[in-house]
């Protein structure tokens, strides 16, 4: 937290998720309000299911506004907005895409897509051999990444699918 | 007290049959082995376990988690003294003086304190659990919607406040989340179903297992791979089993690190980490030799594997008497607890008064299992440390979407625990702590049906909520927590002091 370059990008950060929150928040007020008051049904007006999350969103929008200030006040000056932008081409956000994405599309397309052992052994084939080769610092020769990754791949895809369809009689998607 | 040490006598022969001991060996051992296993973490852990013991039977399934929970933090200390990377949070401060020790080869004493500090950490946890819980919860029967309205909300808040990495308000903030995701579906007091927008799963509520699975399974799956270093290894081949010398030189820093530990363990939301750096500073202070303290002390490893460790029975004292999670991990125990027909509350000790004997015995038995895994699986242990994060940390995802998955068997959850994620991630990222989001989660309904059941009691009135003996109590604390985090406030309180007390002794 010493490095001023990282105290200036958690300032632009801060300053973007402080408005965010507070916009947030003002909405979460304005559903709550119009939420029904259950008139109808003669229940108390201290009650009203929107009371509690409306009360949230307004602490809400202020922590969100408070955090935006502060931000602003101590991160005005030079150079932050490029830094912060900086920060979505550095070698980490390439890697951490290449996970999000992976996982993603592992949990959300291809489990009900395909049978849930082939999707299973896919995604973890592809996991090793993406991690093991492309973005590894010390890249192993690709024949043996390719061998054991898949080697493990089907190993765990079946003993996933074994464990929980017999042992915990889990109907998988 | 006949009456409880019979009753403490009984929870520990419960489980001394030859497949709840069984249960014990493996879900330890796989503590111990998540533990040491940058990346996987204790709650993540006992948030994963909860999906693959739904089935058992109550005690034995609780058996299992909480021998799975006590293992991990535990085993965190391996990595922290082999790598200098803590394998859960809680053992960041035993990186500080265990890897200098592992630098200058005494690995295996360091693993060997650690071991013997994170047994007497649990026991003086276990002493305080027994002693005090029972007394807490006939306590709680005296309090009212009023009073655990204030109790959800300074749970929520003392999280915040203690766990925040480096501006209270982002732990207010996360805590403030957490409250507005228990929002979510259909509220206790009307049956109205608020902001579901129409999506039929959403009436239910967002369910914690897949929430924590996400925020401690998959957010710690994309912060381990995002990073490309690789960390090497100290090498141990020194005697582990300490000296009994070694043990008892530092009884006092033992105990005071048992009980600074216990209550971090009481405080809502605030988990083992705090626990371990608040002994670790304590330590630190009293020691003759604060000098020697991250450059390899044995005293400062002392303190933080006994105060980490101590956590956990500690936590479990408000987890049980007052369904206030004591951690995070107590979080998902809670959550298990109801899956298995278990209502913790004050309530516990009328309805099922063995139950708080169990848990103090499945305590004192994992303890027992630890020592002898910690003195005497070192190779084994140095083996799983060596498995790369590439092959590791596709199973875990794995296991994550088919544990969440798993016990309602609905898609739904995958895309609550990828959400939570997703989220889970951007927020630490940002130095949001985790702890309060989910403590506002498990909390949220109790805050939400108390303070509208309360309006109710006193026809919209809210002067009860303030004059009541022990709401004042409460509120009072709430005040000066949130007073203090101001800085302008907190600064002036400061210079108050000082002047009252010039010799500067309360900085």
Known sequence: MDDPRVQRRMNRADLVTGCVLAGLGLAIVYVSWTMPRLEVRGIHPATVPGLVPGLLGLILAFCGAALAIKAFREGRGEGGWVDFFSLLRSAEMGRLAVVGGLALVYALLLVGLLPFWLATALFVFVFIVVFETWLSPSPKPLPRSLLWAGVQAVLVGIVVTLVFQNGFLVRLP | MLEGLLLLGQGIAHFLTWGALFNLAWASLLGIVIGALPGLTATMGVALLVTLTYKMPPDQAILCLMALYVGAIYGGSRSAILLAIPGTPASAATALDGFP????????????????????????????????????????????????????LFGVLISGRLTAIDNPLKGYIAGILGLLAAMIGMEGLHAYQRFTFGIGALGGGVDLIPAMVGAFGFAEILSVMKQRFTAEMATSDDRVLPRLADITRYWRTTIRSGV???????????????????????????????????????????????GNSAVIPGAMIPTLTLALPGSAAAAVLIAAMFIHGIRPGPLLMTENPQFLYQIVGILFLTTIAITIYGLSLTKLLVRVLLVPREKLMPVVYVLCVVGSFAITQRMFDVYVMVAFGLIGFVLREMRYPMAPLVLGIVLGELLDVNLRRGLLLSDGDVTPFFTRPISAVLVTVIAVTILMSMPMVSRRVTQIFKRLDPQGRTG
């Open chain 2, 101 to 152: 020790l592992a630098r200058a080869g005494k690995a295996g004493l360091a693993m060997g304190i650690a071991t013997t500090s994170s047994a007497l950490g649990t026991l003086v946890g276990i002493f305080f659990l027994a002693l005090i819980a029972p007394w807490l919860a006939e306590f709680a029967l005296r309090f009212g919607s009023y009073e655990f309205f204030w109790l959800a």
């Open chain 2, 260 to 306: 600074l530990g216990t209550i971090a363990g009481i405080i809502p939301g605030v988990g083992e980490d705090i626990g371990a750096w608040a002994s670790y500073a304590a330590a630190r202070r009293k020691s003759k030799e604060a000098d020697r303290f991250g450059k390899g002390s044995i005293e400062g490893l002392v303190a933080a594997e006994t």
